[in-house]
């Protein structure tokens, strides 16, 4: 993955930004909460794909810096930190490629309902067209009927 680590950046410094990350990733989480919560899926949607960046900066880091050090100073108590690490698997998969499927499958049903109201209106345009013509149909007979009457009294 493409993304810079600054490798100068002291790992107490590192470890301090990140956790503030977990705080404001907490933060956006809720609001994706609320907005799933209200049926709102497309902000939903939107909120994680904006996030998604910094999640998958964040978890290069985590993978790239912290469990370095774990690998290096503390492999003996290693294992539980690697089972975390693997988590990033589902992450970075939600993200990249079923956050995409969902956002298209949206997309989908959006140009579909649009079409079916584009459907109905003209459906509706058609019915409004019918009335009027056959209104103004029975206002035209309104001669032939006289001159029926006409013609049969002669
Ligand atoms: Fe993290
Ligand atoms: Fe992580």
Do not use: C
Not at 2 to 31: A, C, W
């Amino acid at each position: 993955m493409g993304y810079k680590i600054d490798f100068n950046e002291s790992i107490p410094d590192m470890i301090n930004r990140l956790k503030q990350e977990h705080v404001e990733f907490g933060l956006t989480l809720n609001n994706i909460t609320k907005y799933n919560d209200e049926n709102n899926i497309n902000e939903a949607i939107e909120t994680i794909h904006g996030m998604s960046e910094l999640i998958i900066k964040h978890v290069v880091e985590e993978e790239a810096r912290i469990m370095r050090i774990i690998m290096h100073n503390a492999k003996e108590e290693s294992a539980d930190s690697i089972k975390i690490m693997q988590e990033h698997n589902w992450v970075v998969d939600f993200l990249k490629h079923k956050l995409q499927n969902m956002g298209d499958e949206i997309h989908q049903r959006d140009k579909h309902l649009q079409q079916e109201l584009e459907q109905e209106q003209e459906i509706r345009r058609q019915i409004r067209e019918f009335i009027t013509n056959l209104r103004n149909h029975f206002l035209e007979e309104q001669i032939i009927f006289p001159l029926a009457l006409k013609t049969y009294s002669s």
